[in-house]
């Protein structure tokens, strides 16, 4: 059955330093694309970054980028020179293979910026 | 600016009332979705809605309703039935293309509380 797995349900990085963010999937879909969201404690679900399957390259948004490895199903979102900013839940999402209509999320990876 | 207007941002919930929460879009889009979330947890499906007047059951329906009469406009109702409406209600609009790359875009939230 389709299911995103994100195993790191607290995250600390300090100020100005790299995090990756793991998020592996499983999917018989042939085609199909990664989301990422990123919730700050004011509620609000902004989306960051997609990534197709059928991209060549590595998807990259500002300080945003995805570690793309579609034989191992992961899609890991490597957030560069930490601000404190950044502090919020993070969800990776797919839409449902069985109907495009829906969309299935992760359950959240929470990450704390320490200044 | 386009984008996903909910109201109210508050809302308190007497026993056995019924509410209606807002969500407004500008965006064009086709398709809308009602989530609801509870505290650190992830994104539940209540109801999505592809066309106007016509909408699905999501994974959590029961005790909520919706109607879809305007394709900017996809109210959700918290039925006196729902017995634990207190959670974070976020409002998501996307394209609807037939192809897993179209993100959704969501609205601020509404938080519900029960008196």
């Known amino acids: 059955a389709q299911k995103i797995t994100q195993t790191q349900p607290g995250m600390f990085v300090q100020e100005k330093e790299a995090v990756t963010l793991d ?21 609000e679900m902004i989306f960051l970054i997609y990534q197709g399957s059928y991209d060549q390259q590595n998807a990259t948004e500002g300080r945003y980028s995805l570690n793309f490895q579609k034989a191992r199903k992961s899609a890991n979102l490597v957030i560069s020179a930490s601000q404190l900013g950044d502090s919020a839940m993070y969800f990776c999402a797919m839409r449902d293979e069985t109907s495009y209509d ?10 704390s910026v320490i200044p | 600016d386009g984008g996903i207007t909910q109201s109210p941002k508050y809302l308190f919930r007497k026993e056995g009332q019924n509410v209606t929460l807002s969500c407004e879009q500008n965006l064009n889009h086709d398709a809308m979705y009602w989530y609801r979330q509870d505290p650190g947890q992830g994104l539940r499906l209540i109801y999505y809605s592809q066309i106007v007047n016509d909408f699905q059951k999501g994974d959590i329906a029961e005790g909520y309703s919706v ?9 959700l109702t918290v039925t006196s039935a729902q017995k634990n409406p207190t959670a974070f209600y976020l409002c998501a609009s996307s394209i609807v293309s037939g192809y897993s790359n179209q993100p959704q875009h969501f609205g601020d939230g509404t938080r519900l509380s029960i008196l």
């Open chain 2, 67 to 75: 109607s879809r009469e305007k394709k900017e406009s996809f109210p």
């Open chain 1, 102 to 111: 829906k969309v299935i999320f992760g359950p959240g990876t929470s990450l």
């Open chain 1, 23 to 43: 998020c592996t999937y499983d999917t018989s879909d042939p085609s199909y694309g990664l989301f990422w969201y990123k919730q700050p404690s004011s509620g």
